[in-house]
């Protein structure tokens, strides 16, 4: 059992940025390929970025490439999502998961382990 602890979440001006963390209670967290995922209100969850368990591959979601940055340092057990010229319509409940490959990561029916989320509130 793997439990995933978001933090960093905040209300942010448009064009500011937020750095979200994720920390796992797991001593096998560098097996697991690291996902951050996003809810609006009244919307289905939807990919945003993925890192492999290694960290040398990720994939972004088109609309936040060149803004958002994902990584992740094994020896604490942490990844990020560094978000940067953050839009009111990135408003939505953040949340981190966990899953066997990046690839299969970007699908959230395939994750394994899922955090609580964090608030991400941007005002226009």
């Known amino acids: 059992q793997v439990q995933l602890v978001e933090s960093g979440g905040g209300l942010v001006q448009a064009g500011g940025s937020l750095r979200l963390s994720c920390t796992a209670s797991?001593?096998?967290?560098?097996?697991?390929?690291m996902g951050w995922f996003r809810q609006a209100p009244g919307k289905e969850r939807e990919f945003v970025a993925v890192i492999s368990n290694g960290g040398s591959i990720t994939y972004y979601t088109d609309s936040v490439k060149g803004r958002f940055t994902i990584s992740r340092d094994n020896a604490k057990n942490t990844v990020y999502l560094q978000m940067n010229s953050l839009k009111p319509e990135e408003t939505a409940v953040y949340y981190c998961?966990?899953?066997?490959?990046?690839?299969?990561?970007?699908?959230?029916?395939?994750?394994?382990?899922w955090g609580q989320g964090t608030q991400v509130t941007v005002s226009s």
């Open positions: 998961a966990a899953g066997t490959t990046a690839d299969r990561l970007r699908n959230k029916e395939l994750a394994d382990y």
């Open positions: 797991s001593r096998t967290f560098s097996r697991y390929a």
